[in-house]
């Protein structure tokens, strides 16, 4: 068992003694064995690629045949130094992203990637510094574990060249945190992403979705074909759905709504019809109204049956019996309340507001000087419209 960094910058000579030059890179084949094709042999006028059937030895030199011919570097031919040292993989073992720290490869019958090494060993092996730190570690009686995965242990989506086939190792991936595989996929390109997607169950694949960065996501909803972008639209919290909506044509807006749930569906396009006002473009329909004769134990059950989908419940809004906003309370004063106590007579009556057309500094003002998390926005019959948060709010205002 070799490793690629015991093989870079090694001197390389034919079989009659000339020096051609040191190791810079291997080349390779990509599939479920990773066969080495190519020598990058450097000196400092040029530059050879060499193909590794005229390798005859490795010793403290790589020895090839004094009549080798050098060849192309191929479409399907990849680099070790270039493709693989340093980029992140996804560790099907042990369920994670990993960073490839150095490159193993066996040689029999012929030299291939046999895997990767991810510990600090790999790093310390690169530096030249591997023994002296295995020394001192010795001395010290400290036991440092060498991590290495083998090559049907890792997904790397760059390789795959668009051919991703994840079903067999889906309830592997399903274990990896979203944050990590969106962290992941934002270091490849959007057509791997697209396809990576495509291919994991469709809750995961929301969750990836929803922690991608918004340039991504956006590029993704343009991309997807009408119906599967309607899916993760469907699944987003209704104002960041309709950030994205936003992005794309109406035409494209209306073909995406097309596939949305019905209730989903009247959620964007009220937030959609808002939206070029200053607190429509920010406003979020994930909010929970209550009449103000309900019982603090009412309002418990409501809260169970309607909010299993909230990112967050900020606050409870009373209305009376024209639907109109005449109360606000928070989670904790309800919890205190006797189990029979309305509404009305808890609440704080008569609650700060936004209107569509308060500018978004305004709206912050308000938040602050009351320190409050979110706001109703309420049109002239005092209807609830829907509600902006700090958090919201303060994104805008750094724009």
Request: hydrophobic share 40%; aromatic share 6%; glycine share 4%.
């Amino acid at each position: 068992m070799l490793y690629f960094s015991e093989l870079f910058n090694k001197q390389v000579a034919t079989d009659k003694g000339k020096i051609l030059g040191q190791l810079k890179d291997l080349f390779f084949l990509y599939g479920e064995i990773p066969t080495l094709t190519i020598l990058a042999v450097e000196d400092k006028d040029s530059r050879k690629l060499i193909p590794l059937s005229f390798l005859k030895k490795i010793n403290h030199t790589l020895t090839v045949a004094h009549d080798y011919e050098a060849v192309e570097q191929t479409e399907s031919e990849l680099s070790v130094a270039g493709n693989l040292l340093d980029r992140q993989v996804i560790d099907l073992k042990g369920d994670k992203v990993v960073r490839i720290n150095d490159v193993i490869i066996s040689e029999s019958p012929n030299y291939y990637i046999s895997g990767i090494d991810i510990s600090v060993w790999g790093v310390l092996r690169r530096l030249g510094l591997l023994k002296p730190v295995i020394n001192i570690l010795r001395q010290l009686k400290i036991t440092v574990l060498q991590e290495a995965l083998s090559w049907g242990e890792i997904q790397n989506l760059e390789l795959m060249q668009g051919k991703i086939q994840l079903k067999v190792k889906e309830e592997k991936l399903a274990k990896i945190r979203p944050e990590d595989l969106a962290d992941y996929l934002q270091t490849t390109n959007i057509d791997n992403i697209k396809t990576f997607l495509s291919n994991l169950n469709l809750e995961k694949a929301a969750e990836v979705f929803a922690s991608l960065t918004g340039a991504h996501q956006t590029e993704l909803i343009r991309q997807f074909k009408a119906e599967m972008a309607a899916r993760f639209v469907d699944l987003l919290d209704p104002d960041e759905a309709v950030d994205i909506l936003l992005t794309v044509s109406e035409k494209r807006r209306q073909s995406i709504l097309e596939f949305v749930s019905s209730e989903k569906k009247e959620e964007l396009s009220h937030l959609l019809r808002h939206s070029s006002t200053p607190m429509g473009e920010l406003m979020t329909t994930e909010y929970l109204v209550v009449n103000s004769n309900l019982t603090a134990k009412e309002i418990i059950d409501k809260i169970r049956l309607e909010t299993s989908d909230f990112a967050c419940l900020y606050a409870v809004y009373a209305l009376n019996e024209k639907s109109q906003l005449v109360g606000v309370f928070s989670l904790h004063e309800l919890l205190m309340q006797p189990p029979d106590n309305p509404v009305y007579k808890f609440m704080v009556a008569n609650p700060v507001t936004l209107h569509l057309s308060t500018p978004a500094d305004i709206a912050l003002n308000r938040l602050i000087r009351y320190n409050l998390s979110a706001l109703p926005v309420i049109n002239n019959q005092k209807h609830i419209l829907g509600m902006v948060t700090l958090d919201d709010l303060s994104d805008y205002i750094k724009r």
